[in-house]
């Protein structure tokens, strides 16, 4: 099941000379439950691929499907709510909520929908995350590696149709990276999630279903498990 | 570049926004600092004008000098001017008179202009010799007189002729009372009149050089001449403008004062304080990669000192010159309304001690402001700007409260209160607004009760009755009446009233004295805000009275009063009662107020006592018409000095006082709209996250409007509760000590500063929440 269409995107930063192209008529597809990398140099367009997926930036052509809805069709307001409850994210710097708890920060976009969190729920990702014992915690108390669990468990908390990951290990340590790709390859599997992850770190693609590569601004599909590929 | 600390300029320019609100927020501390303390410079620069004009520029009147004791005077070195006056018949009751009327005789020094500018020679020169007399203008104009003509002054002990050398300007009181002033140098006044002066009124004024220590002056002079206190009086006006005055009650003003200046300079420092600080937080950053690159503590803490010399350079200046225009505003404004006596202020003046502080608190308080950011950029780790963490800077020592009530609302009360520092700060500096204002306010509670104020029935002329009887003429006013109604001889208002004095009155079974006066359309109407009980219709239109309150005379509208008049005793209905009339008829005298007709119809009398008027333009030549048509039948009062006098001391007054409450309010407004912007610029990474995890600009909205009313609301309590105690106290030494009023809560007062907080906290938002709306996620959270 398609759960991802994204058709000629493009993006253009600057004007004449200082005129970068960063996504050169983009296009791909996810299905449910795929777990996909998005490799490239720095620079070469693969965080702006994925903010443009996100809808935290507005690309400048091209379409993005997400469930079959348009997402650049909608209004400010429709998109940020389709993002709460479509989408999670997995920054790099974390960004967790410094004045909530940890569980608090789990269960965050539910709050935001003013929704009551199921508690099974929750104790069952926060069992997942390992991070029980650490539920009343604020995130200045935690590790890099446990606050990115955090952040795993947010974007988990809606069952989005996707979750974007960018660079999710990249402020962690080799343990802490290991333990973060695990998780995300166990969410993957046991809830069906469809997982788009940026990285440049050939070593975290080990795990992934598909691999894409974005070179001067241009997508190429390297196909399934890409590990002899990329060698 | 040569060495690290030129990084700053580069800094500014790049972090321009931040840069730019800690400038403005600079600019704005030093020119209210400033425009308050040049502003206060300028109220008393402006009240001493004021006080020469009206008092005379005299610090100190000794009584009763001989020759000896003034020359001693007149050698001391700290003395500028000695003069010698003397006056009798001031109250127009010893029969010296000139044509028929009163005359008020003076006799002083030639120095006497130069102490009382008011007192202007007109024309001609000072009666030097022992035969010649200034005359009044009045006397001029009424007598057809001039230069070197001979006027006859009978008096108790015969009549004297003087030879007339010029003439001064009518003084109020003289216009007021319609008498004539004469006026003869100290020696002749002395072989013609000192039998008929008072021993008291034998007065030697002397004025002291600029920058001497007034008080100890006087107390030297006091003990080496061996001059009884009692003999001793103070222009308390010029005293307390120069700060030089020894009352009691004028000192305590000057702490008053004081304190309010204090409350000013803390206030600038606490928003300069919060705004540097923030910088700073938002920088941490910035700092941590410095120390990551090598940078000592001590290097990051001498940066950030040299960051705020470079705002103080770029700031300062700003600021002191945008309060000096606002002081040259403030008094172009005084002297283009009242240029007779406010002619002398600076038109283009600096206030030095405004442009004193306001340069040395801006610039202590940057320096000082600049410590505490100093300190934490330089605990800054470099781990922290490595790691991305950044922002833990901001982190809470305990999670929010999310179970109670929306996420939103919970995250921006946390935000407010999740830090004690800095809600304490942020409430401080709220409540501060309210604290300034409120202490302010005591300056109009001050000038209601030590300000006199032209009320709406004051007149510019009235014609009164010679002997108090009601003597003019119905048909003179029917005359003015008509004029009034087609706009003649600049005549805005008539309104005439006829007196029955003590008359036998019986109410509530007791026998007393009332007086009765008869009211008009007008009179009526401005009786209204008296009204405390019953209805003013039926007394207008002559179905009863009005009574107005005084110990024993207290009824219930309804209740008949008797009153005993020529026609026999006659009984009348109270239609109401008034809580205060313009006149008293004494102790134990009653009054009462009725219509016209009524009053008529009670007394059979037909005529006025007096007969008001209002005019529209108060030239000389229009009261002059009025006069002529006055005659010599009745007294004719002229009120328009008296009036621009009193117009000017509550203008002057009131325009710094309200200037004062204007500043203190753009103060709030700033305070708030400064604290909210900084709070939000602080958190804009997080808003920024959160943007990406999915809250609506809706939702960051009513967490920004829970923080704001977070800050709000505490600032509120806290101010009130600081801000009523000392306006409590404040209210006390200005004003209950002085006339007795007792305090009562300043609702007005507080209801006010809190709509221009609410108002201020609510466009406090705006600039925010459109940031938030223009904010790119993207680039704000560095992705």
């Known amino acids: 099941m398609e759960i991802m269409e994204v058709q000629d995107l493009c993006k253009t930063y600057g004007k004449g000379e200082a005129k970068v192209e960063a996504l050169k008529y983009v296009s791909f597809t996810l299905q449910k439950g795929e777990f996909a990398a998005v490799v490239g140099e720095s620079g070469s367009g693969k965080s702006t691929l994925l903010n443009c997926i996100g809808a935290l930036d507005e690309p400048d052509g091209g379409k993005i499907l997400v469930d079959g809805q348009d997402l650049l069709a909608m209004g400010e307001e429709e998109r940020t709510i389709f993002r709460r409850r479509n989408i999670g994210f997995i920054f790099q710097s974390f960004h967790l909520i410094p004045e909530l708890n940890v569980e608090q920060n789990i269960i965050f976009p539910l709050l935001l929908d003013y929704k009551k969190p199921d508690l099974r729920q929750v104790d069952g990702i926060l069992e997942v995350l390992g991070l029980q014992e650490r539920r009343g915690h604020l995130p200045g108390q935690l590790s890099g590696g446990q606050q990115q669990r955090v952040a795993i468990g947010r974007a988990l908390i809606t069952r989005p149709k996707l979750i974007l990951a960018d660079e999710p290990t990249g402020n962690l340590d080799r343990k802490n990276s290991r333990e973060v790709i695990e998780l995300l390859t166990k969410a993957s599997r046991q809830y069906q999630q469809t997982i788009l992850m940026i990285t440049h770190n050939p070593n975290l693609i080990t795990s992934v279903d598909r691999v894409m590569q974005v070179a001067d601004g241009v997508l190429s599909d390297l196909g399934g498990n890409a590990n002899e590929k990329l060698s | ?471 003019i003429p119905d048909s003179l006013y029917a005359e003015l009446k008509g004029m009034e109604q087609k706009g003649n001889v600049g005549i805005r208002r008539v309104y005439g009233r006829s007196f029955a004095y003590d008359l036998p009155v019986h109410m509530q079974g007791e026998s007393k004295t009332a007086m009765l006066v008869s009211y008009e359309a007008y009179q009526f109407g401005w009786a209204e805000s008296s009204l405390t009980q019953g209805d003013m219709e039926s007394a207008e239109n002559g179905e009863g009275i009005l009574l107005v309150e005084k110990q024993g005379f207290v009824s219930e509208p309804g209740s008949e009063i008797e009153l005993e008049t020529d026609r026999g005793i006659q009984r009348v209905r109270v239609s109401g009662v008034l809580r205060d009339a313009p006149f008293d008829g004494g102790e134990d005298v009653g009054t009462i107020i009725c219509s016209e007709d009524l009053f008529r119809e009670l007394t059979g009398e037909t005529g006025y006592t007096i007969l008001d008027i209002q005019l529209r333009d108060r030239s000389d030549e229009t009261v002059e018409k009025l006069r002529s048509m006055a005659g010599d039948a009745y007294s004719f009062s002229d009120s328009r000095a008296s009036n621009r006098e009193t117009r000017a001391v509550y203008f002057s007054f009131a325009l710094f006082v309200y200037g004062f409450l204007a500043v203190v309010a753009l103060i709030a407004v700033f305070h708030i709209i400064n604290s909210v912007g900084m709070s939000v610029s602080a958190r804009m990474r997080q808003y920024g996250a959160m943007r990406a995890i999915g809250i609506s600009i809706r939702q960051l909205q009513s967490m920004i409007a829970a923080e704001t009313f977070a800050y709000l609301a505490g600032g509120m309590a806290e101010g009130l509760l600081v801000g009523l105690p000392l306006h409590y106290y404040l209210y006390r030494q200005a004003v209950t000590q002085r006339w007795g009023d007792a305090w009562s809560l300043p609702v007005a007062e507080c209801l006010i500063i809190a709509a221009v907080m609410t108002a201020a906290a609510a466009a406090a938002m705006l600039g925010p929440v459109h940031r938030i709306r223009r904010m790119s996620v993207v680039e704000t959270i560095g992705m």
């Open chain 2, 1 to 471: 570049m040569k060495n690290y600390l030129e990084l700053i300029p580069v800094s500014a320019k790049i972090h321009r926004r931040q840069t730019r609100m800690t400038r403005w927020c600079i600019v704005i501390s030093v020119f209210l600092i400033s425009v308050i303390f040049g502003m206060a410079d300028m109220f008393l620069q402006s009240q001493k004008n004021l006080a020469i004009m009206i008092d005379g520029a005299w610090h100190v009147a000794f009584r009763e000098l001989d020759a000896e004791q003034m020359a001693f005077l007149s050698a001391r070195p700290e003395v500028k001017t000695v003069t010698r006056y003397a006056a009798a018949n001031y109250k127009l009751n010893m029969d010296y008179e000139v044509g028929g009327v009163q005359t008020v005789l003076c006799g002083f020094d030639e120095t006497f202009f130069e102490i009382y500018p008011a007192a202007g020679l007109l024309e001609g020169s000072f009666p030097k010799g022992t035969e010649e007399a200034l005359v009044s203008e009045g006397m001029r104009n009424r007598l057809g007189l001039g230069i070197g003509d001979e006027v006859e002054m009978t008096t108790p002990g015969g009549s004297l002729s003087f030879r007339i050398s010029g003439f001064v300007e009518d003084t109020s009181m003289m216009l007021k009372t319609d008498a004539f002033g004469l006026f003869v140098n100290t020696d002749t006044y002395l072989s013609c009149f000192r039998e008929a002066t008072l021993r008291e009124d034998f007065v030697c004024y002397v004025e002291f050089l600029p920058h001497c220590r007034i008080q100890k002056a006087i107390r030297d002079i006091c003990g080496q001449l061996h001059i009884p206190e009692d003999k001793v009086s103070e222009n308390a006006r010029l005293m307390g403008t120069l700060m030089q005055s020894s009352d009691h009650y004028i000192l305590m003003l000057y702490l008053i004062a004081f304190l309010l200046a204090v409350l000013v300079a803390v206030s600038g420092m606490m928003m300069i304080l919060g705004s540097m600080n923030s910088n700073v937080a938002q920088r941490t950053e910035f700092f941590g990669m410095m120390r990551c690159l090598g940078a000592t503590g001590k290097q990051v803490r001498r940066y950030v000192r040299m960051e705020a010399a470079f705002w103080c350079l770029k700031a300062i200046p700003p600021g002191l010159f945008a309060s000096v225009l606002t002081v040259w505003g403030l008094c172009r404004m005084l002297k283009v309304i009242t240029p007779t006596w406010f002619g002398e202020m600076p038109g283009f003046g600096v206030s030095m001690p405004g442009v004193f502080f306001g340069a040395v608190i801006g610039f202590l308080t940057v320096f000082f402001a600049s410590r505490t950011p100093t300190r934490k950029a330089a605990e800054v780790s470099p781990l922290t700007a490595v790691s991305g963490n950044a922002d833990t800077v901001f982190a809470a020592k305990r999670a929010a409260n999310t179970g109670r009530m929306h996420v939103e609302t919970a995250l921006g009360l946390h935000h407010a209160a999740g830090s004690r520092k800095n809600l304490i700060l942020l409430t401080s500096s709220f409540a501060f607004s309210i604290i300034l204002f409120l202490g302010f306010g005591i300056g109009v509670d001050f000038m209601k009760h030590a300000i006199k104020t032209l009320r709406p029935y004051t007149p510019d002329v009235a014609m009164i009755s010679h002997d108090n009887a009601c003597s």
